[in-house]
């Protein structure tokens, strides 16, 4: 479960993702390379094609709405197929209990309110 903390600042609420999702999707891309490394090679480079065709297509002015709208098609195409050569696990959201979901909940809301309700500026 993601255990929120506050940033070094003190001015907002941290949730730790990097460690607690992303690190592990990293671990099985790596793994699922080493299984395979041409075909998740390919699709890799298909994937970083689409996504640069996209991003051209959002930052160009003239570019046509349904451009865009191909643009962004073609690059979830490519990232689904990237997302199914990882194991099932990393494909699904993070499922909480009533009783995990309401901690969470909590320990964000007792954060927030920590930095509502701490004054700005130096101390004395």
Not at 17 to 43: F, K, M
């Amino acid at each position: 479960m993601l255990r929120p903390t506050l940033t070094a600042d003190g001015t907002a609420v941290r949730l730790p993702t990097r460690d607690q999702l992303l690190a592990p999707l990293l671990d099985d891309l790596a793994t699922a390379y080493t299984e395979n490394p041409s075909l998740l090679g390919t699709l890799l480079r298909a994937h970083a094609e689409s996504v640069r065709r996209l991003d051209q297509a959002v930052t160009d002015d003239a570019m046509p709405d349904y451009e865009r709208s191909i643009r962004a098609a073609g690059a979830d195409a490519t990232r689904e197929l990237l997302l199914d050569e990882l194991p099932t696990e990393c494909q699904t959201d993070p499922h909480l209990s009533p009783d995990a979901a309401i901690t969470l909940a909590g320990r964000i809301t007792r954060l927030a309110g920590h930095i509502r309700h701490t004054p700005k500026g130096p101390r004395p």
